[in-house]
């Protein structure tokens, strides 16, 4: 019965598990090249549209981020400033504050975390071929999130966004 299951499973379920274990590998080991450089090749034959590009590369760079948050010079004193900050102000470990809420030096100190960590993404998606969309999100955030957005609703219609 379980096999019944699986193969009556739709294609987009089975699509979309495939992914999160992808992503779940790039945790344990960022090294997103690899599958930048076939969404490249899917845009190109005309598998998915930039939009769904703009989707996927933006999931599978999230370990880029991860990686630096961890590893990055930058990153990690720009974190360890905001952590004082916070200390400071009496916030517990894995307290925070709502961005209009927090202190102007915190604020600036997050704003360059953001920076350095988009950096990273952009510097990766340029390195495997995906320098349009790099170009998209650093000139135009806004319209990168839209194209993301339509993106993911156009290879999982189905799939409630909280899935992600």
């Not at 975390?113 to 349009?132: P, T």
């Amino acid at each position: 019965m379980r096999l019944t299951a699986l193969i009556a499973e739709p294609k987009s379920a089975r699509a979309l598990r495939m992914l999160m274990r992808i992503r779940h590998d790039l945790d344990e080991l960022p090294e997103p090249g690899p599958w930048l450089v076939a969404l490249r090749s899917l845009l190109d034959d005309g598998t998915i549209g930039f939009d769904s590009l703009c989707y996927l590369s933006e999931l599978l760079t999230e370990c880029v981020i991860l990686w630096g948050s961890e590893r990055d010079p930058e990153l990690v004193a720009l974190h360890d400033a905001k952590v004082v900050i916070e200390r400071a102000a009496g916030l517990a470990d894995g307290d925070g504050w709502y961005l209009p809420e927090a202190p102007a030096n915190w604020l600036a100190l997050n704003e360059r975390w953001d920076a350095r960590a988009a950096s990273l993404v952009q510097s990766c998606l340029r390195a495997n071929g995906l320098g349009d969309v790099a170009t998209i999100w650093e000139n135009s955030p806004s319209e990168f999130d839209g194209r993301a957005a339509q993106g993911r609703t156009a290879l999982w219609p189905d799939v409630p966004s909280s899935f992600d």
